[in-house]
């Protein structure tokens, strides 16, 4: 209806009343579209709630903080799991030692 509504000479009014509506129900729908409120329904991708999804970024920070968290832990050699960390080190092979720790950075200095 909204597509129909934009159409050269057609009027909202003549639309809504063939199709059985409101005209000011056609109104707010061609102001939606024009704001991309379809956007996501045309692309075919999920759409959901704003709460939900306020909810799962607060989740994902907290689990963020989580693992922050963790890594520091793992970081220090006061802690039991740092420390366990640190002797596992000692012990791996030193070739294989730089997988555990991650790439050394260039000898160049560049990043």
Same mark, same amino acid.
């Not at 159409?7 to 056609?26: M, Y």
């Not at 692309?43 to 907290?62: C, K």
């Not at 989580?66 to 092979?93: F, M, N, P, Y």
């Given at each position: 209806?909204?597509?129909?509504? &934009?159409? *050269? %000479? ?9 199709? %059985?509506? #409101?005209? #000011?129900? =056609? @109104?707010?729908? !061609?102001?939606? $579209?024009? +704001? %991309?409120? @379809?956007? $996501? $329904? ?10 939900? /999804?306020?909810?799962?970024?607060? &989740?994902?920070?907290? /689990?963020?903080?989580? =693992? ?7 970081? +220090?050699?006061?802690?039991? !799991? %740092? ?5 596992? =080190?000692?012990?791996? +092979?030193?070739?294989?030692? /730089? =997988?555990?720790?991650?790439? *050394?950075? *260039?000898? +160049?200095?560049?990043?």
């Amino acid at each position: 209806m909204v597509e129909e509504s &934009q159409e *050269p %000479g057609a009027s909202v009014s003549l639309v809504a009343r063939r199709h %059985g509506v #409101n005209p #000011n129900q =056609l @109104f707010t729908g !061609r102001r939606l $579209a024009a +704001d %991309g409120a @379809f956007t $996501a $329904a045309a692309a075919g991708e999920e759409v959901v709630p704003a709460s939900a /999804w306020r909810a799962q970024q607060e &989740q994902i920070r907290e /689990w963020h903080l989580l =693992l922050g968290k963790k890594t520091r832990e793992a970081g +220090d050699r006061s802690s039991a !799991r %740092g420390q366990i960390l640190h002797e596992a =080190l000692q012990h791996a +092979d030193p070739k294989k030692r /730089w =997988l555990l720790r991650g790439p *050394p950075p *260039p000898r +160049d200095g560049s990043r």
